[in-house]
């Protein structure tokens, strides 16, 4: 993902490869609001390339789940919130995390007196302009859409998690997620130095495009914009079959002609994330854009790959148990002495 340019932008990331370099303490933290019982493909993209970023630095990893911010935005109870947040849990544990190195919480649970001072200071700082700005609320938003931001920003702070870093406030984090989350880390970048705290640096991947077409992106709460993480088979074979958008010409003769086009193909895109094998690529966009390679051969290489992937994650989320989200999300120190 990185080498193919879907993690495409960043922010100091350079500083974290130095600390990795001079053998200095960072962690990684990310986060998921759920809105849907499952995730979808496009979700998983950030937390595939976060499991690699714990695996190559072996660093701790504190995983978000923003329970009250989908209540505060979405037509939710707080109980229907939670449970959403706690059957997410389990697809993202299904992604592979090291549990001695990784503390996935939701914040209704979770808030504590460390992370809710975190939170007042952030508050104290940003007026209500600024914030306005950065997110673009109304006057009629309830007040807890305004307040919401720091509580995202609070978690790129140490300081937040008293049990893994002890009561150090000067060790960053490398916040990998996607474009669209970037206004929290401004706000949080600006704040930092006003608190003492280390500024988070990031990482950010574009979008895994829905079916439609290379210029959306997919939207859980519409099952024919995406692949679900919890589809069959069958039900991902047809998704891809009827709906991914084609590059490709009107008929067989006039595709042979004039060749297909990648840079739109959906069946290609998906194949762009998520096959491994370089040259394999190269020779598919290759015979494609030369029109030797048929529409439907390209959607039918698109299954096979995302079927791949989905059936390893559905393999390790039958094993996932209550049990698993209880010691995931138990207050405790992780591997690692600061
Ligand atoms: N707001 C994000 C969402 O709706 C969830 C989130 C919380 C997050 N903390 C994060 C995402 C940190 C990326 C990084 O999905």
Redesign the pocket.
């Given at each position: 993902m990185l080498r193919r340019g879907m993690f495409f932008a960043h922010r100091d990331f350079s500083a974290i490869l130095d600390r990795k370099e001079q053998g200095k303490p960072f962690f990684l933290?990310?986060?998921?609001?759920a809105s849907s019982g499952s995730l979808h493909l496009g979700h998983l993209v950030?937390f595939m390339f976060t499991k690699w970023l714990q695996e190559v630095f072996d660093v701790p990893l504190i995983i978000?789940m923003?329970d009250d911010?989908k209540f505060l935005w979405k037509d939710l109870k707080v109980d229907e919130a939670k449970k959403m947040a706690k059957e997410n849990m389990k697809d993202i544990i299904s992604v592979g995390f090291d549990p001695e190195k990784t503390f996935i919480f939701n914040n209704l649970d979770y808030m504590c007196p460390p992370f809710y001072e975190n939170v007042v200071k952030i508050w104290k700082i940003v007026n209500a302009n600024q914030a306005r700005s950065i997110f673009g609320f109304s006057p009629e938003d309830c007040i807890g859409k305004g307040a919401f931001p720091a509580i995202?920003a609070a978690?790129s702070f140490a300081s937040s998690f008293p049990h893994i870093f002890g009561k150090r406030n000067d060790i960053p984090c490398l916040?990998p997620?996607?474009i669209d989350?970037d206004p929290?880390f401004r706000m949080t970048r600006d704040v930092a130095p006003r608190l003492k705290a280390a500024k988070p640096c990031l990482i950010f991947s574009s979008f895994l495009p829905a079916l439609q077409g290379a210029q959306t992106k997919m939207n859980a709460s519409e099952p024919n914009t995406c692949i679900y993480l919890s589809d069959t088979p069958k039900q991902i074979k047809n998704k891809i079959n009827k709906y991914a958008f084609s590059g490709g010409q009107q008929t067989v003769e006039e595709h042979r002609a004039k060749g297909g086009n990648c840079d739109v193909d959906i069946s290609y895109q998906f194949l762009k994330f998520f096959l491994e094998d370089d040259e394999k690529l190269a020779e598919i966009r290759e015979k494609y854009t030369k029109g030797e390679l048929l529409s439907g051969e390209l959607k039918a290489l698109a299954t096979v790959e995302v079927n791949r992937v989905v059936g390893e994650m559905q393999e390790r989320r039958k094993k996932v148990t209550d049990e698993d989200v209880e010691l995931f999300s138990k207050v405790r120190p992780l591997a690692f002495k600061f």
């Open positions: 933290y990310t986060g998921r609001g950030p978000q923003t911010e995202q978690p916040i997620c996607a989350q929290y």
